[in-house]
């Protein structure tokens, strides 16, 4: 027998030793939520995970299957009495897979297709130019394409013009005398059809008393390619970041896409054992916060909130609540906003379905979870939803629409900078 795991980055056995098997987390986990079985739980995928580990399994479809179906979502992790750490084990099981693991052609077409893309901000601005002119004629035909193009369709965000071709200003001084000095992460997808978030984020730092850097040197932080497997992209991603971030020299690195805040916290796990870059990952990591932490740090508000009156449902993405213990925060930070009511929907501990690249590779279960949510979310009536990670963004804004619905879903940091400003929200 060939075991499933071999050579460098296998997932560590003493953590997959620290689960006790108890099952508390079973009813957090999306996808034991709708199958009820018990290899597609946390528990289950530990016991593969060891069973790999010790030669008992090979490299089979099912036993890839059953880790290809997980989320990476961690809310086993807020669930677990035991504090077993799922991520680096799913990371490494991945990681594991993409090397040992044979796809079928198509799967690895559209993998490579999706890993060529998404983390270089200059090839995806030109994949993503055409969506500008025939973006809502492709979403009419979608029905009849096939279902990787339907499903890469139905998330793909509807960019402008504007928003392919602005850049965040590399240098904004702070308002009144400096506090911090702040880097700004850009993104990519977040830079190209988010640059609003981006920009919102740097006044909001800027109005605060931070001096803020957006190098325009840096690139992908390699969150996608890490938490899909692709553990030597990944590194060699935060690699060029860990030197452009260097160089800028501040305080701290804001973030505002949950899922590159994660991985970017992760980086002195991912170097660990390089002895080259172990001690400056480390270093990075220390600096790294969700902007929603830097605010929270960086002391009471200088700017005056203005009001805006709406009902706002605040919407936890995964890899901050679950993955960095990020709750309170946004909370506090957008119930300072006068007039806002803010709403949680019902099982808000469930994953939406983005989970990085999940929507495109999983459809059918990620379109399930996105529905789920998005009932959820109806059912509070909600003027508009509040999220800190554009795949949430753009999953909850695909399944409303499927159920009839047209929400407005902005990035916290946005109601903030329009609450500094004086913007009126809701056509009041
Ligand atoms: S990461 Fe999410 S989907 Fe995966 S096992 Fe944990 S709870 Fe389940
Ligand atoms: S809650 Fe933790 S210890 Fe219990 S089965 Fe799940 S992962 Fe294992």
Not at 275 to 286: G, I, L, Q, S
Not at 369 to 386: S, T, V, W, Y
């Amino acid at each position: 027998m060939k075991p499933a795991f071999s050579g460098a980055d296998q997932p560590s056995g003493a953590l997959i030793d620290a689960c006790v098997h108890c099952g508390f987390c079973l009813p957090s986990c999306p996808t034991y939520v709708l199958w009820q079985e018990e290899m597609d739980s946390p528990r289950g995928r530990v016991y593969l995970m060891k069973a790999g580990l010790d030669a008992r399994a090979e490299m089979t479809p099912t036993f890839v299957s059953h880790f290809d179906k997980c989320l990476g979502c961690m809310a086993c992790v807020t669930a677990c009495p035991s504090g077993v750490q799922y991520g680096p084990l799913i990371e490494k099981t991945r990681a594991q897979i993409e090397r040992h693991y044979e796809r079928p052609l198509g799967e690895r077409l559209f993998r490579s297709i999706l890993f060529a893309l998404l983390p270089y901000p200059a090839r995806l601005r030109i994949a993503m130019a055409p969506l500008v002119i025939f973006g809502p004629l492709l979403r009419a035909l979608a029905g009849v394409l096939p279902r990787r193009i339907r499903s890469l369709i139905a998330v793909a965000p509807q960019p402008t013009l504007a928003s392919l071709t602005t850049r965040a200003p590399e240098h904004t001084p702070a308002v009144g005398a400096s506090r911090m000095k702040v880097a700004v992460l850009t993104g990519c997808v977040q830079r190209l059809a988010f640059a609003g978030v981006n920009q919102a984020t740097i006044n909001v730092l800027a109005a605060e008393g931070c001096t803020v850097e957006a190098p325009a040197a840096q690139g992908c932080c390699g969150a996608l390619a890490l938490h899909a497997g692709n553990i030597d992209q990944a590194r060699a991603l935060a690699r060029h970041n860990i030197e452009v971030f260097e160089r800028a020299n501040v305080d701290r690195i804001a973030v505002n896409a949950a899922g590159c805040g994660s991985s970017m916290k992760e980086y002195g796990e991912l170097f660990h054992d390089d002895p080259a870059w172990a001690d400056r990952a480390r270093a990075f990591t220390a600096k790294v916060r969700d902007i929603s932490e830097v605010l929270t740090e960086v002391g009471e508000p200088r700017a005056k909130r203005h009001p805006i009156k709406a009902r706002v449902v605040y919407h936890d993405a995964c890899h901050l609540a679950h993955a960095q213990g990020v709750r309170s925060q946004p909370r506090a930070l957008l119930a300072a906003i006068p007039g806002i009511e803010l709403l949680s929907p019902a099982e808000s501990e469930i994953c939406c379905g983005s989970a990085g690249i999940y929507n495109l590779v999983q459809p059918e279960p990620a379109a399930q979870l996105g529905e789920r949510k998005a009932r959820n979310i109806a059912a509070l009536e909600p003027d508009m939803i509040a999220t800190g990670n554009p795949g949430c963004t753009l999953q909850i804004a695909a399944a409303g629409r499927r159920l009839g619905y047209s929400w407005k879903i902005v990035h916290p940091i946005e109601l903030i900078d329009r609450s500094i400003k004086g913007t009126r929200e809701r056509g009041d």
